[in-house]
C-alpha cells in the first residue's frame, strides 16, 4: 500500500510538473480581465456612482454585459476586498471542476476500482491545461459556475433516482438550477428547450419558472438598470468587438470570417439549421436509449455552436461531452475502445493547443479552416459522441459490480428499482452502437439492466475602484465584449481593478 501511494504521488508530482511548465510557457495571463469587470461594475453600482451599464473599465471600452439579475448575486464584491475576490473566483471555479470531473468519472472508477483521489488529481491536472478552463480562470469568468448550476441540477434533481423519485420532494425542484443560470447570463436557456423536448415538462416549467421570478425580482430591486437592459442593452451589439475575431468560435463566427466586411446572414442561418437538425436527431437517439447524459452533454455542444458569440472561455461548456467521451472510451472494447480514445485524445490536444490564435487575421488557405478549428471540434463532438443504453444516472454506491463480478451473480433488471442499475453494460460495444433499442441485451442472451453512465452526489466596505472610472453614454451595452488579453508574463499581480 505504502509503495502504491509512493507511485501515485510520484506520478501526480511529474504531471504537474508537466502541466505547469506547459500553462508557464503558453497560457495566456489575462490578469483576471472579466473579474475586474464584475467588480469595478458592481462597486461602482452598489456605492452610488451611476447605473452598473453606465461603468466601463478604466482605459477599456469594456463594461457589464449581463442581466441585472447577474448584478445582484455579485452583489458581494461590493464589499470584498480585490484579493479576496480572486481568490473566491478561483476556487469557486476549481470546486465545481472537480465535483463536475467526479460526477462523470465515478462509474469508471468503480468498474475498475482505480483509487478515486488519484483518478481525480490526474483528471484535474489534464483538466488545468484545457484552453477553455484555463482561460475561465485567467479572465475570472464565471461560466465554470453556470455549467455547475445545469449539471447538478439535471443530474440531482430532474434525472431518474430514488432521491429525485417521480413523488420525491427534491423531484419539485428540477429546473431551478437552468433557470437561475439562465437568468444569469441567457445561453444556458437552451437547455430549457432540451427539457422540452425530452417531455420533463415540470422541469420545463420550474426552470422558465425560476428565469421569470428571477428577473422580476432584480426588476424590483433595480428597476432603471432591468429597463435600461431589456429595452435597449440586450439588443446593443456596438461593444461586443469583431464577430470576426478569432476568439469567436461559433456558427456565426464561422460566418463572419468568410466575409468580415459583409457577413451573410443566409449562411449563418443555414448552418445553425443544419447543426439543429443533427441535435434533435441525436437527441431523440439518445432519449430512445435513455441515455440522459448523452443529452446534457450534447445540448452543451449546442449551445456553443448556436450562441452569436462564443468566445474560447465559453467552450467549458463542451466539458461535459468530453467527460462522457473519455468514460465511454475507457469502459468500450476491443476497436471501439481504440477509436473513441484516440478522438478523445486528439479533440483534447486540440482543444488545448491555442492553433486558433494562429490565424487571428488570417482567414484564407488553410486559415479558413483552422481558424475554425475549435467550431469543428464542437461538430465532431455533436456528430460522434457515442451513445449508450448505459447512460442514467443513479444513486449513490450503484456504480455496478466490478468487472471480475460473474455475469450471472448481477440482478435482473425486473429485480431493480428505477435508478438502481448496474454499470457493467457501460462497456459493452453493442450498447454504444447506433440502431440500439433501449431493451437490448446487455451481456451474454439474458436481458440486463441498463447501466449507469454518473453517479449521485448527495454551491469591510470598500471604496469604489480606485482608478478613475469613465461613463458610457446612453447606457446601452451589448452581449459579454471580446476578450482583451493583457501583457504576458510570469506572474499575475493583484492588480486593483
Not at 442561418?269 to 443533427?278: E, K, P, Q, R, S
Not at 486559415?367 to 464542437?378: F, H, K, Q, R
Request: charge should be positive.
Amino acid at each position: 500500500m505504502g509503495r502504491t501511494v509512493a507511485r501515485q504521488v510520484t506520478i501526480l508530482v511529474v504531471l504537474a510538473a508537466a502541466a505547469f511548465a506547459f500553462l508557464a510557457a503558453f497560457a495566456t495571463r489575462h490578469g483576471f480581465f472579466d473579474l475586474k469587470v464584475y467588480y469595478g461594475a458592481t462597486n461602482y453600482w452598489a456605492h452610488g456612482h451611476g447605473e452598473i451599464y453606465d461603468y466601463l473599465k478604466p482605459l477599456s471600452k469594456y463594461g457589464y454585459t449581463y442581466p441585472p439579475f447577474a448584478a445582484l448575486t455579485m452583489l458581494p464584491m461590493a464589499i470584498l476586498p480585490w484579493t479576496v475576490t480572486i481568490i473566491v473566483s478561483v476556487a469557486a471555479t476549481v470546486l465545481v471542476t472537480l465535483l463536475i470531473i467526479y460526477w462523470f468519472l465515478r462509474p469508471v472508477i468503480a468498474r475498475f476500482n482505480w483509487t478515486p483521489w488519484f483518478t481525480l488529481a490526474v483528471a484535474a491536472i489534464l483538466a488545468a491545461v484545457f484552453e477553455p478552463l484555463r482561460e475561465t480562470v485567467n479572465f475570472g469568468q464565471v461560466n465554470m459556475l453556470l455549467v455547475f448550476l445545469v449539471v447538478a441540477d439535471l443530474i440531482l434533481l430532474v434525472y431518474d433516482r430514488p432521491s429525485a423519485a417521480p413523488n420525491s420532494p427534491a423531484r419539485r425542484w428540477g429546473g431551478v438550477g437552468i433557470g437561475l443560470a439562465t437568468a444569469i447570463k441567457l445561453t444556458p436557456g437552451v437547455f430549457i428547450l432540451y427539457l422540452l423536448l425530452a417531455r420533463k415538462w415540470r422541469a420545463a416549467v420550474v426552470s422558465i419558472a425560476t428565469t421569470g421570478a428571477a428577473t422580476l425580482v432584480a426588476a424590483i430591486v433595480a428597476p432603471h438598470a432591468s429597463l435600461i437592459f431589456w429595452s435597449s442593452a440586450v439588443f446593443d451589439t456596438d461593444r461586443v468587438g469583431s464577430l470576426s475575431y478569432i476568439s469567436n468560435q461559433s456558427l456565426e463566427g464561422v460566418a463572419a470570417r468568410i466575409n468580415p466586411d459583409q457577413p451573410s446572414n443566409v449562411v449563418w442561418g443555414l448552418m445553425i439549421i443544419a447543426v439543429l437538425v443533427v441535435w434533435v436527431w441525436q437527441l431523440r437517439r439518445s432519449l430512445r436509449l435513455g441515455d440522459e447524459l448523452a443529452g446534457l452533454a450534447l445540448t452543451g455542444v449546442l449551445g456553443c455552436l448556436v450562441s452569436p458569440v462564443t468566445w474560447v472561455h465559453h467552450l467549458v461548456w463542451l466539458l461535459p461531452a468530453m467527460l462522457l467521451l473519455t468514460a465511454r472510451g475507457l469502459t468500450a472494447t476491443g476497436r471501439r475502445r481504440t477509436r473513441l480514445l484516440l478522438l478523445d485524445l486528439g479533440l483534447y490536444v486540440l482543444l488545448s493547443s491555442k492553433l486558433v490564435w494562429r490565424f487571428d487575421n488570417h482567414f484564407t488557405g488553410w486559415g479558413a479552416i483552422l481558424s475554425d478549428s475549435y467550431v469543428i471540434a464542437s461538430v465532431v463532438l455533436l456528430v460522434c459522441l457515442p451513445l449508450s443504453a448505459a447512460g442514467r444516472p443513479a444513486a449513490s454506491g450503484d456504480a455496478g459490480p466490478a468487472p471480475s463480478e460473474p455475469a450471472s451473480s448481477r440482478p435482473s433488471s425486473d429485480a431493480l428499482a428505477p435508478g438502481h442499475l448496474t454499470s457493467d453494460a457501460l462497456a459493452s460495444d453493442d450498447l454504444a452502437q447506433e440502431d440500439l433499442a433501449p431493451d437490448r441485451l446487455a451481456s451474454g442472451g439474458s436481458r440486463s439492466a441498463r447501466a449507469v453512465g454518473v453517479a449521485d452526489l448527495g454551491q469591510f466596505d470598500r471604496a469604489a475602484v480606485d482608478a478613475p472610472d469613465r461613463v458610457a453614454g446612453g447606457g446601452a451595452v451589448g452581449p459579454e465584449a471580446e476578450p482583451r488579453v493583457e501583457p504576458a508574463g510570469g506572474v499575475v499581480r493583484f492588480q486593483h481593478p
